[in-house]
């Protein structure tokens, strides 16, 4: 074997376990990250969204965990800023 081509492997070797140990860590276990890499890879893709266009609207559940509703409804044209995360 070409010695190019034998450390080319064994460099993307050591790349392809450096990630997925990375992944491990940061999902919590081997199997955990997994399930993040199969759940996340057939639903990314890049949108249209262009700078200055309006946000896809979409439905909330309230705080009281009934009742629904739209962005649209809340905003009226006025700037949104949605916060994703844990404040516990």
Do not use: C
């Amino acid at each position: 074997m070409h010695p190019i081509l034998k450390w080319s492997l064994i460099t993307v070797g050591v790349l392809v376990l450096a990630a997925s140990v990375g992944l491990s860590i940061m999902a919590g276990s081997p199997k955990d990250a997994f399930g993040m890499v199969r759940y996340a890879l057939p639903h990314m893709h890049r949108g249209n969204l262009q700078v200055g266009s309006d946000a896809p609207d979409a439905t909330l559940v309230s705080l009281d965990g009934a009742t629904r509703f739209h962005l649209r409804e809340r905003t009226q044209g006025k700037p949104l800023v949605l916060v994703f995360g844990s404040f516990t």
